[in-house]
């Protein structure tokens, strides 16, 4: 288990490295570049001459990146093209907690609400309720979450004042974004929950437990859902992927100040230190959300061993 | 380990991660009388007013820092920084006279070395400034100092309340106008000096009416009044200005009470205005931008001949695009430079809506229904660009029957074309003035030695009368030249002129004293601005 781990750690290193030169060129291949943006309607030839310079892009690709990944593995990303006050690091420092707690609140919500409804729908099947829990599954699964966004900001913000519309900060600025955020993925584990659930009930020790007596409660909790748990565990991992992708989203509509409203910017703006920077820690989080996952799985099944 | 505990530690990791920090404190809402909100559209990227050339920057320093001249709501020229000046018969030396009770933010009075030491800043070659060009531009010394750094000569601290300016004969007209420019502001030289490369992180160098109190970055600013403010305190206690980057998002902060004043996304407009109670809450008035169609002769071979670009200004009927586009909301556009800028052509009828005529041209041209298909770019920064180039290519298919397909890129994209000038055969934007002068728009737009002159517009008659009107004695001589100018420029097919564009903005009916003005982001100094709920 140990060596797994130690070898799947390792492996993040190359993997980064690849992300970064792809996403380096990328973005110095990509029309556009930030000088421009930067100068607009100020723009002179000299004017731009000496702010690339300034800014080191009249260097050759491979020092650019050379330097980049050095200083990258002291975490000096450098400092902000646009706003060349700001090291790159800093940024990410004040963005990124914002966009983890978001996206933890949203799976935690989809964890917990969508584990519940469905294992009620499962045990329920075929009824009322179950029905209801599948037609909001294909509604959250299908509608757009920018749509779902719209929909709540105007009755829940605009209609009946509940919440505020935008913002971040107070608590009541979270419920909105998180809503929005875990409405995919909610959707997804309850759909993977209440079919896991549904074939462990039709196993044949869910029916001796039965015979033997046991309460209904019990043997759900016990027996069933020790049993479905790893595809639901599998689907939560995913659902962290969804909420931080969806991050992307959600934080430009509820005006957030996390680390994917600055990546937006960054992108639009040419500011290859912070898009850079955005990717490599984004692909870190996934890394390690996937490597967490495989190493729930045995702790979950004592069948799987690395 | 047990399906429990493990969906425990899911749980309460992802919880925990959650919290951590704990819940921020709630920001000032504004629920105390003194505080007036309004957005930034985006972070801004500088807070160093000589730097500032976005919106969000600009506002900061409108805000924080003065110029030696002011604008006015009508637009007309008041004193600032300084309390009066004299200028020379010959038009070329300027003596302002500075007011004795203005002070910076670290309570050091403004003298007139504060504004030499500012003036060399603006110009310094090392750092290469935005406003450099355009306030310095004019000033005997400014050339020179571009070649050999130091200070510029034209500028004089005669003693510590008068500031003297010594212009280049060449190009002295307008320069009022140029010093109104709200980044041409003085500095704190402690500030800047000791504050090293990004001084202005923490804290301003200015003698606004307000003063940084927060920067919270991508969450919003916080600017506190300045009590000894010369024009006097100012009646709002604190500027909130959140920073939220989409208008929808804006609006909506609005309508939900969370902001007192933003402006209103055109494709909002109608149903706003038709809106019993923001309806009511909308303030129109005209703004010095004009949105034009630029004809490229470098990349599109027609456009060589003037004629094909008359052709293809007569083929477009700008009433019908201000009408039924942006439902009267705008104005057609005659000439280049908008309403609003001192010396406003009104009266010039410019090139009428002709489609017979321009179908005449083309054949003149010999190139009459043999005109290559055309690719139309569009500025993405403002919806307003697309909608006039959807209506204007339709007219040119049905006029004139050449094919143009629209090209939609993004910013970064579009902003290299441009200033490439062999990337676009014809391009839709628009030009907003950072000063209201004419010299904002012909000098920088058409001019064939401007960086700016994206259609590569070429006259030697232009030019003449450009430099003529730079060097001519007085202003009436001055704007007739211009106007000579500008009309040459419009007849010549040059570039397109389609809509003269207004603000629209919502305030709440609470906020009391806010002043308009036709450049920036629609308003003045908020010193005047109170709330009465």
């Not at chain 1, 046991?214 to 992927?241: K, Q």
Request: proline share 6%.
């Amino acid at each position: 288990m140990l060596r797994y781990l130690a070898y799947r750690v390792a492996l993040t290193a190359p993997l980064l490295l690849g992300t970064a030169l792809l996403i380096f060129l990328a973005g110095h291949y990509a029309p556009g570049d930030p000088v421009q943006v930067l100068l607009a309607d100020h723009y002179t030839p000299e004017g731009a001459a000496h702010l690339r310079h300034e800014l080191g892009l009249d260097r050759p690709l491979a020092a650019q990146f050379a330097g980049y990944i050095g200083r990258a593995a002291r975490f000096d990303f450098g400092a902000s093209y646009v706003n060349p006050a700001r090291p790159v690091a800093e940024i990410v420092r004040q963005t990124l907690p914002v966009s983890l707690r978001l996206a933890a609140l949203a799976v935690a919500a989809a964890a917990l609400a969508g584990t519940a409804l469905g294992v009620c729908a499962a045990v329920f099947e075929r009824s009322a309720a179950d029905r209801l829990i599948q037609l909001g599954v294909i509604a959250g699964l299908s509608v757009p979450s920018f749509v779902v966004a719209a929909v709540l900001v105007l009755l829940f913000a605009l209609r009946w004042r509940l919440f505020p519309v935008a913002g971040w900060g107070h608590p009541s600025d979270y419920v909105l974004p998180v809503a929005v955020l875990a409405a995919a993925p909610l959707a997804y584990v309850t759909r993977i929950s209440r079919a896991s659930v549904r074939r462990a009930l039709a196993e044949d020790y869910v029916r001796t437990a039965r015979s033997k007596g046991l309460r209904r409660s019990a043997i759900l909790a016990r027996h069933v859902l020790r049993n479905a748990a790893l595809p639901i565990v599998t689907t939560i991992g995913m659902a962290f992927g969804y909420a931080i992708t969806g991050a992307f989203v959600v934080e430009v509509i509820f005006n957030i100040p996390g680390m994917a409203r600055v990546a937006v910017d960054a992108i639009l703006q040419r500011d290859y230190s912070v898009i850079q920077t955005a990717v490599l820690v984004y692909t870190a989080i996934f890394t390690f959300v996937n490597l967490a996952v495989d190493v729930s799985y045995a702790a979950l099944n004592p069948r799987i061993r690395y | 380990m047990s399906v429990y505990r493990v969906t425990a530690l899911v749980v309460a990791a992802a919880l925990l991660g959650a919290l951590a920090g704990g819940w921020a404190p709630a920001p000032a809402t504004g629920q105390a009388a003194a505080v007036f909100r309004t957005p930034l559209g985006g972070e801004p990227p500088t807070a160093d007013p000589y730097f500032a050339t976005d919106f969000s920057s600009g506002d900061l320093t409108l805000l924080m820092y003065n110029t030696l001249v002011g604008l006015d709501s009508a637009g007309r020229l008041v004193p600032e920084a300084a309390k009066s000046w004299d200028v020379s018969p010959d038009g070329l030396v300027y003596t302002f006279h500075l007011r004795d009770n203005v002070y910076f933010h670290s309570g050091r009075k403004v003298t007139a070395a504060d504004w030499k030491w500012s003036f060399d800043r603006m110009g310094d070659p090392a750092i290469k400034t935005s406003v450099g060009d355009v306030v310095a531009g004019p000033i005997a010394g400014y050339d020179a100092q571009q070649k050999a750094g130091g200070g510029i000569a034209g500028v004089k601290a005669v003693d510590p309340s008068t500031l003297q300016i010594v212009l280049n004969p060449n190009s002295r007209g307008g320069f009022l106008n140029r010093l109104a420019y709200y980044a041409a502001v003085v500095l704190d030289r402690d500030v800047v000096e000791r504050g090293g490369r990004t001084w202005f992180a923490a804290r301003d160098a200015g003698s606004g009416p307000f003063t940084m109190r927060e920067w919270v970055h991508n969450d919003h600013v916080t600017l506190a009044a300045e009590p000894r403010y010369f024009a006097g305190a100012p009646k709002i206690a604190r500027v909130e200005l959140p920073i939220v980057t989409e208008a929808q998002t804006r609006l909506a902060e609005y309508q939900a009470g969370q902001l007192d004043l933003v402006a209103v996304p055109l494709s909002d407009f109608a149903r706003i205005k038709a809106d019993p109670v923001m309806g009511k809450e909308l303030i129109v008035f005209p703004r010095a931008q004009i949105i034009w169609l630029g004809p490229n002769p470098r990349v599109y071979e027609p456009f060589k001949d003037a004629r094909v670009r008359r052709a293809f200004a007569l083929a477009i009927d700008k009433a019908k695009i201000a009408r039924t586009v942006f439902f009267g909301f705008y104005q057609p556009a005659a000439s280049i430079v908008p309403p609003g800028i001192p010396g406003f052509y009104a009266g010039y009828k410019g090139l009428p809506y002709d489609p017979a005529q321009a179908k005449k041209l083309l054949e003149e041209a010999g190139v009459a229904g043999k005109l290559p298909p055309l690719t139309m770019a569009m500025n993405p920064i403002a919806q307003d660009y697309e909608m006039a180039a959807e209506a204007a290519a339709a007219m040119l298919k049905d006029n004139l029957g050449v094919d143009v397909r629209l090209q939609r890129q993004e910013f970064a994209a579009f902003q290299q074309g441009m200033n490439r000038r062999t990337v676009f055969p014809a391009f839709m934007t628009g030009w907003a003035a950072d000063y209201l002068d004419y010299s904002d728009y012909l000098d920088l737009l058409l001019y064939s030695k401007s960086p700016l002159d994206r259609v590569s517009y070429a006259n030697p008659e232009f030019d003449k009368l450009v430099d003529q009107a730079n060097a001519a004695a007085t202003e009436s001589a001055r704007t007739a030249l211009y106007h000579k100018a500008e009309a040459l420029a419009v007849e010549d097919g040059a570039m397109i002129p389609i809509v003269f564009t207004q603000f629209a903005l919502l305030k709440k009916p609470y906020v009391h004293g806010l002043r308009t003005t036709a450049a920036l982001s629609g308003f003045l100094k908020f010193n005047t601005v109170s709330i009465q709920k």
